[in-house]
């Protein structure tokens, strides 16, 4: 049954990227990750159109000329760069009506998380740790990021590719969520800043 097949593979998936966000101390992003698929809009198509070694949405944008559940999911998760496309403020540049915004770096993280986890989950034993950046080289969608967050997701790419996992994950919750917690929390309690400095944003 194509329906149970598409379900294993979501909720896969989705403990993938909750493991791999609770390992960088994103715990409330890997908590509410990608809970639109499972809306009816998301998982009716995905079911409809599941593949097993691929995402459904390419099979049902190849089929109807777009794809109705991806639209759906792109403007709730905010881990997609297409969620950040937005209408170019320079007038001047008419090249460009659209443009990708910057995006946060919590969610430019997830991103990473959800990239990876999706090479694992459709690679299987076939995963190797710089598909990720292969992947992410050979795609169109990368044309779209804002330079900023392309550049921060890249590094998380290539380092992932030459140092491996574990590493990649503890860079991250040390250098990065680490931070960025103490800024947010900053806000709230001013004195933090000066007894743990946070850094600048990317």
Known sequence: MKW????????????????????VGLYKQGLLHDLSKYSWTEFSMGAKYYQGNRSPNDAEREDKGYTSSWLHHKGRNKHHLEYWVDYNVDRSDTKHLLVGCKMPKEYVIEMFCDRVAACKIYNKENYYEKQPLDYYMNGRSRRLLHPDSAKLLEKYLNMLARKGEAYTFRYIHNYEVIPLRRKKLAKYLP?????????EDY
């Open 191 to 199: 004195f933090l800043k000066y007894l743990f400095p946070y850094g």
């Open 4 to 23: 149970l097949e598409h379900l294993k593979t979501i909720t896969a998936h989705k403990i993938m990227v909750m493991r791999h966000c609770f390992a």
